[in-house]
């Protein structure tokens, strides 16, 4: 623990760490849940995982990460039905609807097709092309999340690829590609 | 297909980017789940109060010490003394304690000056009214989030850049209006702090003044900051009371509860929050009358027309009334019930924009 950690009250540290990681946690919530209003249960016992166990939270950027790690298993707990209905979360779980209406671009046909594909794979396949294209996440902090080594998340990161470019060929490949201008030129080297 | 074309179809199939979802109007749902989660019990950290009084004080310095910086200290040595007079040897809520940390914490450390008004309007944006109390003299310092380049260039429009100036620990742009006299010279600085933009501007007696003003801009500690606040300005621990008590003699619709009154900003001037609250509740009223109006229901449309006939003898719209136009605006429309119509369009879509219903959770359309 740093100085400067050591010096702060647990309540000054942990509204700074929720101003800090709140929109990027509600966000990541929201790209794992079928319904936008789910996302706040989730969101809401992430943080209060994390109010609680406030002295086992890193500093920095790894901060972020715990959190993502924790949040995956609130995840987890609401596709059993295990997650509680959080009366912390209420204003968020009824305003979230209408505030994701319209966010995000339209659904054409080819994000359609990858997502369709993304659906198809296996949860630990698709997480971890989530973890590395939508959060941005390095093989090093990947594994953090995920609680593997990163020799491991590396190797499986090159398998879940293979096993989505497999999906996204068996189905519509070509025209994911070949008829998109952008991304001929993204591509080229 | 390369890794980087599949790279660009994941990418492009993000249902919700970072930035989409920094722009979600949640705001005020996720102030409300943290002041929530703060009143949960924190058993592996929660017992250990914050620090109280002289004690805090020194937590104070302490903290400032591992900071390192000289001008934090300079400014915890000359705006707190240790009678804590200014200091309010109170803690701070946490809520409050979080918005001022939002804030860049900088403050005018110069003789004779006090912060008039304050507020957040955004974890990223606020203000600072800053008044000379002998000859009445203001200038204000504004936080904006985002690059600074769009600032200059719309001050470069309408300004003049005169010259740069050292402010805090960066280096100001410095821009005058060319509207000014002699001896009343409008100056803006703009420069980049703490990762955001800040703008300090006033009427000055000419650009000599406004570096000396400029150079006195100091960052404080959040207890410095926090006891500049001035009187009238709502602290979110005080929130409550001080709607319970605006509410005072205000006729509100049936369902009404206070909790539907938005804005759960540290900072908030009395008569915003005032405004907020008579805006709040008019709408309402309003919105039931437009209801009983389409479904022909007479006696609902009355009971909406008496209830804010009575505005004009709200005790809290007498007292806005003394500071802004607000309170004529509403009675205005609240005349104008009857007729159902504003210098001949339909009353509700002038009322929706000139009470602000939709920011306050009410669509009249």
């Not at chain 1, 050591?6 to 760490?17: V, W």
């Not at chain 1, 946690?25 to 994390?50: K, N, P």
């Not at chain 2, 600085?189 to 406004?210: I, N, P, S």
């Not at chain 2, 619709?253 to 759960?264: C, L, M, N, V, Y």
Request: proline residues 5%; neutral net charge.
């Amino acid at each position: 623990m740093s100085a400067q950690m050591a010096a702060e009250t647990g309540t000054a540290r942990f509204s700074r760490l929720f101003a800090d990681t709140e929109r990027e946690l509600l966000a990541y919530v929201l790209r794992r849940v079928d319904r936008a209003e789910d996302a706040a249960d989730v969101v809401a016992e992430t943080f209060l995982v994390a109010w609680r166990r406030l002295d086992s939270v890193p500093a920095g950027d790894e901060a972020r990460l715990w959190l993502y790690g924790v949040a995956r298993r609130q995840l987890a707990n609401q596709r059993r039905g295990q997650l509680r209905r959080s009366r912390l979360a209420d204003r968020l779980r009824a305003e979230l609807p209408l505030a994701v209406a319209g966010a995000g671009g339209p659904e054409d046909h080819r994000v359609a097709a990858v997502r369709a594909a993304l659906a198809r794979l296996e949860e630990e396949d698709r997480e971890i092309l989530r973890l590395s294209s939508w959060e941005g996440l390095k093989p090093s902090e990947i594994a953090a999340v995920m609680g593997v080594p990163g020799v491991t998340v590396r190797s499986r990161l090159h398998r879940a690829r293979k096993k989505l470019r497999s999906e996204l060929l068996r189905t519509d490949a070509d025209g994911l590609t070949t008829n998109s201008p952008t991304l001929a030129t993204k591509a080229a080297p | 297909m390369t890794n980087h074309q599949l790279d660009n179809l994941l990418t492009a199939a993000n249902p919700l980017t970072a930035r989409d979802s920094r722009r979600l109007p949640l705001d005020e749902a996720h102030d409300e789940l943290l002041a929530a989660l703060l009143d949960e019990p924190a058993p592996r950290h929660g017992a250990r109060p914050r620090p109280r009084g002289r004690d805090r004080r020194l937590f104070g310095r302490l903290a400032l010490a591992v900071a390192g910086t000289a001008v934090m200290l300079i400014a915890l040595l000359s705006l707190t003394d240790d009678s804590g007079k200014q200091s309010s040897g109170t803690a701070w809520a946490a809520e409050q304690v979080r918005f001022a940390e939002a804030s860049p914490l900088v403050l005018l450390d110069a003789p004779g000056w006090h912060v008039e008004y304050a507020d957040e309007e955004s974890k990223e944006e606020g203000e600072l009214h800053i008044r000379r109390s002998a000859d009445g003299s203001l200038v204000d310092l504004n936080w904006r989030g985002g690059p600074l380049q769009p600032w200059l260039d719309d001050r470069a429009a309408s300004s003049v850049r005169i010259t740069s100036a050292p402010v805090l620990d960066t280096t100001a742009h410095v821009y005058q209006y060319m509207a000014g006299t002699p001896g009343h010279r409008d100056i803006t600085a703009l420069f980049r702090y703490d990762g955001r933009v800040l703008e300090f501007r006033g009427v000055v007696t000419g650009l000599g003044e406004f570096k000396d003003l400029l150079a006195k801009l100091k960052r404080v500690d959040t207890d410095t900051w926090l006891s500049a606040m001035p009187a009238s300005v709502v602290k979110t621990a005080d929130r409550g009371s001080t709607v319970d008590q605006m509410l005072n003699g205000v006729v509100v619709p049936p369902g009404f509860e206070p909790k539907d009154i938005r804005g759960s900003r540290l900072t908030k001037d009395r008569y915003q929050l005032g405004t907020a609250v008579v805006g709040t509740v008019a709408c309402q009223w309003f919105e039931r009358w437009g209801d009983a109006r389409r479904a022909h229901e007479a006696a609902k449309e009355r009971a909406a027309i008496a209830a804010l006939a009575t505005a004009k003898n709200w005790p809290i719209m007498k007292e806005l009334a003394k500071h802004g136009g607000y309170p004529e605006v509403l009675i205005e429309y609240a005349a104008a019930m009857p007729s159902g119509t504003w210098y001949g369009r339909p009353l509700l879509g002038d009322v929706e924009s000139g009470l602000g219903c939709r920011a306050r959770g009410v669509d009249l359309r």
